[in-house]
């Protein structure tokens, strides 16, 4: 799919309800079990997600329950993403044997003295 459609479908799917987006959804599957020659899977999170929102919309459960519900998913994802990085980073340092920085010095000096007016 090229780009200019991509971004014209995304924007007409932002306008819509989130009742309607979940028929463009069930559409969209039937499109792709149709027609698609090869289907990106969702992976890890994100598949979870996935599962755990078709098994609501079988369930009836109301649209806004699914919404919030999908929301504290994307957070939990974004979270987990962070922490996913971080380690990875934090891997890398220890296979480059990378030195852990040393104490910061110490300044012993005492504190600049400062003038506060108060008027």
């Known amino acids: 799919m090229n780009e200019v459609l991509r971004k014209q479908i995304w924007r007409k799917l932002a306008g819509l309800p989130d ?50 519900t999908m929301r504290v998913l994307g957070a939990t994802d974004r979270v987990l993403g962070a922490f996913r990085d971080a380690a990875g980073e934090f891997l890398a340092e220890i296979e480059s044997g990378k030195p852990e920085p040393g104490p910061a010095e ?4 005492p504190p600049r003295s400062r003038e506060v007016v108060i008027e």
């Open 19 to 68: 009742e309607k987006g979940y028929q463009v959804l069930d559409y969209i599957q039937f499109l792709e079990s149709e027609y698609s020659e090869s289907a990106e899977e969702a992976k890890g999170f994100q598949r979870f997600g996935e599962i755990l929102q078709d098994r609501m919309r079988k369930r009836h459960v109301p649209a806004t329950a699914l919404r919030e």
């Open 106 to 109: 110490r300044d012993d000096r």
